[in-house]
């Protein structure tokens, strides 16, 4: 019975695109809905997101961010007061032309980012040196009209956190922005076990209206990379034409320098494609919506149902545990859960109680471990810990392992047509080498890391003198 549940997820080497959407589906992350590209959030992986939202939200706290909330609409006037920001965006934005049954005298935009509402607010609110800095985020949903899309990946909506902050010199907001990168980076290795790759864009990647873009990168089971979460200092971009401006300690009028700074649910996907395997999702243990899973082995036999819920009783103190006590055959639990991820399996049965121990089985590793009942509430915290260092070792060793050196445009394109992951090459600045190098290979600059190496002397495409090295390839 387990075996046929786990033959129903397409193995990952076959076609990765499927068992992606097989996980998503039979381990109930999500469904489609009948609103185009848009997808419903399922409660297990709805769980994950509150998990991630918990930790950013102490994070931001600690660093002294306040939550607000920004409305839904945006008219048009206000995104058309910064012209590259409304330029990057136009293709992607919802509009909002009627209202009951009235036409709109002007469009409404519905946010596919929050930028010109906060200028808006912020020029509102700050007279002076002394109401900086601004420090806001908030936690909403947004709207970018996507032509393909895939659950959590690219959606039309999806959840996110975007902050948006404004300080008094160009220093303090710079700080900020690495600031909050850190933090990003830091969720994706506390949290997630997700190692990343963490440096600046290139100009032609960077956001609408930025002075710079700041991004962590991961890599995929299938070797693209995805952006799992960017930073951006601003400058005085979006000040000038929105006049965010205060009086300086001189009684001087200066402009604001601004950051902004998000992540996404598309997070949820890098932590499918990053642990999962070819019998289902693998849930890093700190996000895991159930951290233990307890299956009684002959729950019909007297006593057998009344240990798991004592066990259960003492574990639910330190971790998030749930029993099995379907009519299910224990082989369909054990694959079920399995399926879903969940980082520890206890079974206990009547001659484990005989013994006074329980079985522990690993999802990561599929290990077995006999461990004695008056040990448990030490041993599976333990354990727990044990499986995230493990699953981050294992995703670092996988980017060591698929991370490759080229000095030419032929080594370039030889590694991309028979290797997967990134590719580390010398760039000697000029976009046009940039855009070369996606048109003959399909990779794109993904960052300028902040640990530079220096590899070759050479540009990998002109051949001409290079002094930054960039991690380049496909990408989601």
Known sequence: ???????????????????????????????????RGCMIIRPYAYAMWEHIQGYLDRRFKETGHENVYMPLFIPESLLEKEKDHVEGFAPEVAWVTQGGNEELTEKLCVRPTSETLFCEHYAKIVQSYKDLPKLYNQWCSVVRWEKTTRPFLRTTEFLWQEGHTIHATKEEAEEETIRMLNIYEELCREMLAIPVLKGQKTESEKFAGGEATYTIESLMHDGKALQSGTSHYFGQNFAKPFEMQYLD???????????????????????IMVHGDDNGLVVPPRIAPLQVIIVPIAQHKEGVLEK???????????????????????????????????????????KDIAKNQ?????????EKIMVPMSNLCDEVPALLDNIHNSMLKKAEMFIKENTHNAVDMEEFKAIQNNKKGFIKAMWCGDARCEEKIKELTGATSRCIPFNQEHISDNCVCCGKKADKLVYWGRAY
Do not use: C
């Not at 399926?339 to 079974?347: A, C, D, F, S, T």
């Open 1 to 35: 019975m387990d075996k046929k549940l786990v033959e129903q997820i397409t193995s990952r080497d076959e076609d990765f695109a499927k068992w992606y959407t097989d996980i998503v589906k039979k381990a109930e992350l999500a469904d489609y809905s009948s609103v």
């Open 249 to 271: 300690k001189n009684g001087k009028l200066q402009y604001v320098y601004q950051t902004s700074w998000g992540i996404t649910t598309r997070i949820i996907g890098a932590l």
């Open 308 to 350: 798991a819920d004592e066990l259960k009783e003492e574990l639910s103190k330190i971790v998030r545990v749930k029993i099995d006590d379907s009519d299910k055959m224990p082989g369909w639990k054990f694959s079920e859960h399995e399926m879903k991820g969940v980082p520890i399996r206890l079974e206990v049965g009547p």
């Open 358 to 366: 329980v079985v522990l089985v690993r999802r990561d590793t599929r």
